[in-house]
Nanobody, 129 residues
Framework: QVQLAESGGGVVQAGGSLRLSCAAS?????????TGWFRQAPGKEREFVAG????????VYTDSVKGRFTISRDNAKNTVSLQMNNLKPEDTAVYFC?????????????????????WGQGTQVTVSS
């Protein structure tokens, strides 16, 4: 079992930045999990945002955040982060940290949310115009 806890959400004006963090616990094998972020806006389906491979060498992003968001991980500290710059009102959503034992970062983008092994509780990000 892996427990994931997000932090760092909040309210920011358009063009601003936020950094989300996710702390993992419950497993000494955090480095064996692909990790990433999904988000869910009001009235919309949950969608993939970014993924990172077990070793952190490969990252994948959905097109709408490329060039603005950066995912990273620190396996020594069991954490994964999402730096979000130049935020837009359409980025407003609840952001979820995820971990999966079986898929790759690219696979995390392709599989449906129901297939992902572990989820955090989510953190709200609100971008005002």
């Amino acid at each position: 079992q892996v427990q994931l806890a997000e932090s760092g959400g909040g309210v920011v004006q358009a063009g601003g930045s936020l950094r989300l963090s996710c702390a993992a616990s419950g497993s000494e094998y955090f480095s064996s999990f692909t990790t990433g972020w999904f988000r869910q806006a009001p009235g919309k389906e949950r969608e993939f945002v970014a993924g990172i491979t077990r070793g952190g060498s490969v990252t994948v992003y959905t097109d709408s955040v490329k060039g603005r968001f950066t995912i990273s991980r620190d396996n020594a500290k069991n954490t994964v982060s999402l730096q979000m710059n130049n935020l837009k009102p359409e980025d407003t959503a609840v952001y979820f940290c995820v971990a999966d034992a079986a898929t790759s970062a690219a696979g995390l983008q392709k599989i449906g949310p129901a297939q992902v092994d572990y989820w955090g509780q989510g953190t709200q990000v609100t971008v005002s115009s």
